[in-house]
């Protein structure tokens, strides 16, 4: 795709501008709404917004050991910004520690048919440290498999490529958190 012939959008970055995890999806939509309806079809939540009130709430959940299901995610950048959108979905465990996780990007690229683009890294929560940080558990091939499950499930995909975007891989994220992929991406077209 060409909107990676820029190496600086194939991966996300720290605070500072480090690499961090290459994109794992790419969405192909006509609308925010219609993204939105996707994830939650798929039995995923828009996380709370970053602000002073919810990480007060988030590290009170912490300790008090509450369910927190949408608690915002860490923050994580991508061409020097924020996320647009970040999505979570509680596993079995249901509880603040333990959850999935996509962070997504509205991107400046349109296709023809008036789409946009708009990519995401997906992760697995496993714990959080220093009270309000969400540590990420290592194999983000699995929690893109599971992310596509979820989302082709939905009967909303018309179109899906898999390509490999970079080689295998692995890396840490800006609180240390060790992470490996195959370096696989999943291009998703919505109806």
């Known amino acids: 795709m060409s909107v990676f012939n820029e190496k600086s959008l194939i991966y996300t970055e720290t605070l500072l501008g480090n690499k961090q995890e290459p994109i794992s999806f790419v969405f192909s939509a006509q609308s925010e709404e219609r993204l939105f309806d996707l994830f939650q079809t798929a039995g995923w939540q828009a996380a709370d917004e970053i602000n002073i009130f919810n990480i007060y ?9 509450d369910n927190y299901s949408k ?14 959108f970040n999505f979570v979905k509680v596993t079995n465990a249901n509880n603040l520690r333990n959850r999935h996780q996509i962070r997504i990007w509205k991107s ?10 708009y990519m ?21 091939n699995a929690e893109r498999e599971f992310l596509f499950a979820d989302l082709t499930a939905t009967g909303m995909i018309k179109k899906i490529e898999k390509k490999n975007l970079v080689e295998a891989q692995t890396g840490k994220n800006f609180s240390g958190d060790v992470f490996f992929t195959d370096g696989d991406i999943y291009i998703l077209f919505l109806k």
Do not use: C, M, Y
């Open 57 to 65: 709430k988030l590290a009170k959940a912490n300790l008090l050991n």
């Open 71 to 84: 608690a915002p995610t860490t923050p994580s950048f991508w061409g020097s910004r924020v996320p647009d």
């Open 108 to 117: 400046k690229f349109v296709l023809a048919d008036g789409s946009r683009l």
């Open 120 to 140: 995401g890294i997906v992760s697995l929560n496993k714990e959080i440290k220093w009270g309000v940080i969400h540590q990420i558990g290592p194999d983000l």
